[in-house]
């Protein structure tokens, strides 16, 4: 997304928010805590992703794949189904504006 003309949008990490709230989307993210923990890092599982810092538009993309079907998972697909297009930007916008502990492993 281009954000020459909504620089409003862009976060202290310079990723554009995309149309999310992130104060809204931290609201909807309670449920979220129960498998990605309460700050997005501390998954249940380790096969469960950390959300926090992911890129924005990667998070909205994956919300939007499980609720139409193209990205399968018994978890997220009904998790997602509930889900607005704007409750999924306010989602992504508040999991990439955390503080991420990704780490590549070589």
């Known amino acids: 997304m281009d954000c020459d003309d909504c620089r409003s949008r862009i976060g202290r990490d310079g990723q554009c928010r995309g149309g999310g709230d992130v104060a809204k989307g931290k609201e909807k993210a309670a449920i979220c ?5 309460p700050d997005g890092n501390t998954p249940l599982a380790p096969d469960y992703p950390r959300l926090a810092g992911q890129p924005n538009d990667y ?3 994956a919300l939007r794949d499980y609720k139409s079907g ?3 998972n018994p978890l997220m697909g009904p998790q997602a189904q509930n889900l607005s297009k704007q409750d999924m930007k306010d989602l992504a916008a508040y999991f990439a504006s955390l503080s991420g502990d990704l780490k590549v492993k070589y």
């Not at 805590?33 to 923990?37: L, R, T, V």
């Open 59 to 61: 998070l909205e993309k």
């Open 33 to 37: 805590s129960a498998c990605h923990g």
């Open 70 to 72: 193209k990205r399968k």
